[in-house]
């Protein structure tokens, strides 16, 4: 039977942190999803001005300084991309590649980096075009199929989706060395749209077209509208209260997922009050 966490934090940069120190000083039992490296964004800023009590810090510095707060609390983050999440009735189902984890209610602070959609990506998503490749391989046995990748740790997805379907292409977006199968086909090129009829059958780049069954668009993070449906969404922007609360019950958001400006030191107010509405919708028995 699946642990039911109190509260799922999606997010590991200064909304989500915030969120998981006041959930574990309320004494919640929460899940933290993110990266060990806190936040790319955090870690490229060079010199960040406006956040109190560290005059002048790099954003090194900073995330350094979170690392040892969390080290102190005994707050771990999970290493876990999560792809979709399902309003349950009662509780949210997150699905992480090839786990589900249960919570009670979920705070979104996965940030604004989901990039442009493809042309045709909406249109056909969910008939041939998928945002996790360990999740449907099983549906590409035999098959042919395209995967986008944004980031390195994405040929993983790869290599595991080649064990299962007839072709795999990697078109990779990122200027790193490529490690794949040697059974996958590595094209480096631009991909402009996705067409089809009754669902994707191509995927059209700037110099070829390729003929596929399905495509996989791995990017860091995804569009909230598409991460959880029913959520109401305006210019990519999740919609909240000044409680942080969504349209949707035990559904919170904070950071720059819900808006400008995107300040590290607004995110971390904002996470701070997402969690504690969270153990507020808890304590009044989720309803």
Known sequence: MSVRYDIAIVGSGPAGLSA??????????????????????LIKAKQIDNY??????????LKNSFSS????????IFNEKINNIYAMGDYYALMANDKVYEASSIILASGVNFGKPFKGEE????????YCATCDAALYKGKV??????NKKDESEANFLSTVASKVYYIPMYKEEIAVN?????????????????KADKLVLKNTTLDIDGVFI???????????PGLSVK??????????????????????????????IKAAGEGNIAALSACSYLDKGSK
């Not at 933290?32 to 936040?39: A, E, N, P, Y």
């Not at 707060?69 to 771990?76: C, T, V």
């Not at 086909?185 to 009829?197: A, S």
């Not at 210019?235 to 590290?264: R, S, W």
């Open 69 to 76: 707060h969390l080290k102190k609390m005994n707050i771990s």
């Open 145 to 150: 199929v395209a995967v986008i990748a944004q």
């Open 20 to 41: 998981a120190l006041n959930a574990k000083i309320r004494g919640k039992n929460f899940i933290i999803f993110g990266s060990d490296d806190l936040s790319n964004k």
């Open 123 to 130: 249109e056909w998503l969910g008939k041939g075009v998928g």
């Open 52 to 61: 109190l009590g560290f005059p002048n810090v790099s954003g090194i510095e």
């Open 218 to 228: 791995l990017r860091d993070s995804i569009s909230p509208a598409h991460l959880v």
């Open 235 to 264: 210019n990519n922007h999740v919609e909240v209260d000044k409680n942080m609360k969504t349209n949707l019950d035990g559904c919170f958001a904070a950071g720059d997922i819900v808006g400008q400006p995107y300040q590290y």
């Open 182 to 198: 040697k059974d996958i086909e590595v094209i480096k090129d631009i991909p402009l749209k996705i067409t089809g009829t009754k």
